[in-house]
């Protein structure tokens, strides 16, 4: 498995603000750990540029092997993610490298100290992850769309 990026969506504030809890969960040989957790807030549309980051790489990467994406950073700064290098047949076959920094806390000048993890992730994860971001804004967005009164809804 080697790690889970874990978001766990809370409530939606008037102005449209999703706010939420994000954790690297480790899994490797040894331990199993949280190495990472943050408190986090973002928009409709950084989830959106989000879907959109993760269906450019792995069509990129069809096409180059070698295709790497730039850093997505949304608009608070509360994460990064990179998606690397890879191999890709399809939306559902193949592998990539991932990395997933979360804003764990700042330091005495004010400079956000990130923590977080570089491992390969398997295209159809991938493809798992963006469906349920999908579903999420679908609920968000439909008029009687009451999921954040749930605080149970996670990706």
């Known amino acids: 498995m080697g790690f889970q990026w874990v ?9 449209g603000f999703i706010y939420g809890q994000m954790a690297i969960q480790m899994e490797t040989a040894h331990h199993n750990r949280s190495l990472g957790e943050t408190r986090f807030t973002t928009s ?6 989000l879907i959109d980051y993760f269906d450019h790489h792995v069509a990129c990467l ?9 850093v ?3 608009y608070e700064l509360d994460f990064q993610v990179q998606a690397l290098c890879g191999e890709a047949e399809s939306f559902m076959d193949g592998e990539f490298t991932l990395r997933v920094m979360l804003a764990v806390d700042k330091t005495t ?9 570089e491992a ?3 295209v159809a994860q991938s493809y798992a992850f963006v469906t349920e971001l999908r579903e999420l ?4 967005s439909s008029p009687q769309g ?10």
């Open 120 to 122: 390969v992730v398997d």
């Open 137 to 140: 804004l679908a609920l968000w």
């Open 44 to 49: 409709y549309s950084d989830l959106v540029r």
């Open 7 to 15: 978001i766990q969506f809370e409530r939606i504030n008037p102005e």
């Open 109 to 117: 000048d004010g400079t956000t100290v990130y923590a977080g993890v």
């Open 72 to 74: 997505f950073v949304p």
């Open 62 to 70: 069809v096409k180059d092997s070698w295709y790497h994406s730039d």
């Open 146 to 155: 009451n999921w954040h009164t749930n605080p149970s809804d996670a990706v």
